[in-house]
C-alpha cells in the first residue's frame, strides 16, 4: 500500500495532467455537441401560432373584484363571483338543452362575459330562456365572451369554433375594446405579449434563450394593471377615421362569414355610460389624467371615438341589410344598470336580455 502510494506521488504531475487532459478532451467534445445542439435548434427555427382567446375550457373559477376596481365602480357587491366554462370554451350554463330547436352566439368581451356577476343572470343565457318562452321553442344561447377580446379575436372564434356548431344566429358586440387595441397599437396586427393575434410557442429553457438571443428581442416592460404600459412610448398617431374604417371592415368580414355559413349575423352597438354629463364622474376617479396619460387624448375626444365606433356599427348593419340591435340608444346611461362605464349591473343585464330577446324574436321564429 505504501509501495502505491509512494508510486503515484512519485509520478503524481503526470497521473494529474492525464486526468486534467481526459477533463478537458471531455467538455471540449461536450462543447462541440450542446454548441451543434443549438446549431440544430436554431436551424429548426422557432414554431408560431395564432391564439384563440376564449374563455378557459373546463375552467371553474370564483373571484372577488379587487379593492381597487370596488372604488371605481357602483353598486357592484364585494364576495365571489363563480365563472364555469364548458369543454368547447362556453360560458356555463351553455349547453341546456341535448338538441335544441334554436341555437345562438354571442361574441363579445367582458361585457358580454359579465363575470362580475350571477351564473344564471349573465344576459347571453337568459335571452335563451326569454326566447323559450315567448316563442315555445327549446334555445340554447351560448356566451363565448372573454374579458379584452376586441372584434379580430371574436373573427378567430367564429371561425374556428363557432361556425362548426351551425347555429342559427351569431351576435357580436364589439367597440371599447376595439377603440383601446387601436389607439395604443395603430392596427389589430401588433404583437402584443397577451392581446396579440400571433403568439410564439415556449420552449425548453435553453431552446428558448437561444432564439431569444438569435432575436434580439427586447422584453416589453408591462404593468400588471395596464396590459398596454410597455407599447405606448413606441405607439403612432393614428385618426379617428383610420380606427373607423379598420373596424369597419372586421365588422363587414364578420357579416360575409356569418353568410357565406348560412348564419344570421346581428351587430350589437355597445350599453355605456358615456356622455358629457359622466365628465366629472371621470374627474373625480381620476379617469381624465388616464385618458390624457393613455391616449393622450381629452374626455371629449375620447367621447366622440367611442360613439363613432358605435355609429359604424349602424352603418354597416344598414348597408349590408342585417338585423342591428342598438343597445347604445336602448339602455339608459345610468348607474342603476351598469357598475362603471361599459359593465352591466345584474340590473342591466336583465333589461338587457329582454331588448335583446324581444329584437331577435321575428329572425328566431
Not at 11 to 27: C, D, E, M, N, R
Not at 67 to 73: A, G, I, K, S, Y
Not at 225 to 238: L, P, Q, T, V
Amino acid at each position: 500500500m505504501t509501495e502505491k502510494q509512494n508510486r503515484f506521488e512519485k509520478h503524481s504531475t503526470k497521473i494529474t495532467a492525464v486526468l486534467y487532459s481526459v477533463i478537458g478532451l471531455l467538455l471540449l467534445v461536450g462543447t462541440f455537441f450542446l454548441v451543434k445542439a443549438a446549431r440544430d435548434e436554431l436551424n429548426r427555427g422557432g414554431e408560431r401560432y395564432i391564439v384563440l382567446r376564449e374563455p378557459r375550457p373546463f375552467q371553474d373559477i370564483s373571484h372577488r373584484p379587487s379593492t381597487e376596481t370596488l372604488f371605481l365602480t357602483t353598486g357592484l357587491e364585494n364576495k365571489k363571483y363563480r365563472l364555469r366554462v364548458d369543454a368547447d370554451g362556453y360560458i356555463i350554463p351553455s349547453k341546456v338543452h341535448e338538441n335544441a330547436d334554436l341555437s345562438i352566439v354571442f361574441l363579445g368581451g367582458s361585457t358580454t362575459e359579465c363575470q362580475y356577476m350571477d351564473e344564471l343572470a349573465r344576459f347571453p343565457y337568459l335571452v335563451g330562456r326569454h326566447l323559450e318562452n315567448s316563442l315555445g321553442i327549446t334555445v340554447n344561447s351560448f356566451n363565448t365572451g372573454h374579458a379584452g377580446n376586441n372584434s379580430e379575436h371574436s373573427l378567430f372564434i367564429l371561425q374556428a369554433k363557432v361556425v362548426p356548431k351551425h347555429p342559427k344566429i351569431v351576435v357580436m358586440m364589439e367597440c371599447v375594446n376595439d377603440l383601446t387595441w387601436l389607439l395604443t397599437m395603430g392596427n389589430y396586427y401588433a404583437p402584443h405579449y397577451n392581446r396579440g393575434i400571433i403568439v410564439e410557442k415556449e420552449y425548453n429553457p435553453i431552446k428558448n434563450f437561444i432564439l431569444s438571443f438569435v432575436r434580439q428581442k427586447a422584453a416589453v416592460q408591462f404593468d400588471a394593471n395596464d396590459e398596454f404600459a410597455g407599447y405606448r412610448e413606441s405607439k403612432k398617431y393614428i385618426s379617428i377615421e383610420d380606427i373607423c374604417a379598420q373596424y369597419k371592415k372586421n365588422l363587414e368580414l364578420f357579416v360575409f362569414i356569418c353568410k357565406q355559413q348560412n348564419i344570421i349575423p346581428v351587430l350589437m352597438t355597445q350599453f355605456n355610460r358615456f356622455t358629457m354629463e359622466t365628465k366629472k364622474e371621470f374627474q373625480d376617479n381620476n379617469h381624465l389624467k388616464s385618458l390624457e396619460d393613455r391616449f393622450g387624448m381629452s374626455f371629449e375626444q375620447y367621447y366622440h371615438s367611442y360613439h363613432s365606433l358605435n355609429n359604424v356599427q349602424r352603418i354597416v348593419a344598414a348597408e349590408q341589410h342585417i338585423p342591428l340591435i342598438d343597445l347604445d340608444k336602448l339602455v339608459p346611461k345610468s348607474s342603476e344598470y351598469m357598475y362603471d362605464t361599459v359593465h352591466l349591473s345584474e340590473k342591466g343585464s336583465r333589461l338587457v336580455a329582454e331588448i335583446i330577446a324581444k329584437q331577435l324574436e321575428p329572425i328566431a321564429r
